[in-house]
């Protein structure tokens, strides 16, 4: 791997041969890209952060397929770029579970598929399967499509007998998450993470101008001067944990 001293001052423009595409919904003359299931696994996922709204709309993942592998694509050839450019992206909570508690009285019901609340729940936020509560009367409330999880909270801890619920927090020993998205200028910006078995590593911030990645170069807490795409970086990651919560 090439010396990070070569990238920290980058600051690189991407701009790919087009060719006109029939199929594309977004910019005209856009290159078209092919998309792997897990390409298309993580677009839900980013849409969710970027529309907020229970279910992502097509025409979100649509453009959050193509804005993070269009970026992939441009820096692609960059040896500096290949050891964290391909990390997938990896929401904070679950986006096909959450977890639910019942006072102990609708605990006994729910075991014995007695409720009658879930008449309550509009169509789309109705579970795939609820694990029998335990003890304590909590439970798992899960799905087969990508939800957001603050949104379900929002209509189940509405329905009678329910204590409390919230999204299942993701978390790993020794690492951080691979990859913090943004906006910068009301475009999208990535914030990437290197992972150097030690623990997290150079903090690599990209974003869009005029519908092209930019490199802007590493990130760092402690940098003087700040440039000009600093805070927007560190609103990427203050607002991590709360991505699809509050917009």
Not at 205 to 233: M, R, V
């Amino acid at each position: 791997m090439k010396p990070l001293a070569i990238i920290i001052t980058c600051f690189l423009f991407c701009t790919c041969s087009k060719s006109p595409t029939s199929t594309d919904t977004g910019p005209p003359n856009r290159i078209q890209l092919t998309y792997s299931s897990a390409d298309t696994v993580e677009a839900q996922d980013l849409a969710l952060w970027a529309g907020a709204q229970l279910v992502a709309s097509d025409s979100v993942v649509t453009k959050m397929l193509y804005s993070i592998n269009y970026l992939r694509y441009c820096f692609k050839d960059s040896t500096s770029f290949q050891s964290f450019l391909s990390s997938r992206f990896l929401p904070p909570w679950t986006t096909t579970s959450f977890a639910i508690k019942f006072d102990s009285a609708t605990a006994i019901l729910v075991r014995s598929h007695s409720y009658t609340g879930w008449s309550l729940l509009p169509s789309r936020a109705k579970y795939d399967s609820v694990t029998p509560p335990d003890v304590l009367g909590w439970s798992a409330i899960s799905y087969s499509q990508h939800r957001n999880p603050w949104r379900l909270c929002e209509f189940y801890a509405k329905l009678p007998g329910v204590v409390f619920c919230e999204p299942n927090g993701i978390g790993f020993a020794g690492g951080t998450f691979p990859i913090f998205p943004g906006t910068r200028n009301g475009q999208m910006s990535y914030l990437f993470v290197e992972d150097n078995f030690a623990g997290p590593g150079a903090r690599h911030f990209f974003y869009y101008e005029n519908n092209e990645p930019i490199y802007a170069g590493i990130w760092s807490n402690q940098q003087s001067p700040k440039p000009s795409w600093w805070q927007d970086a560190r609103t990427s990651i203050d607002s991590f944990y709360y991505w699809g919560k509050y917009k």
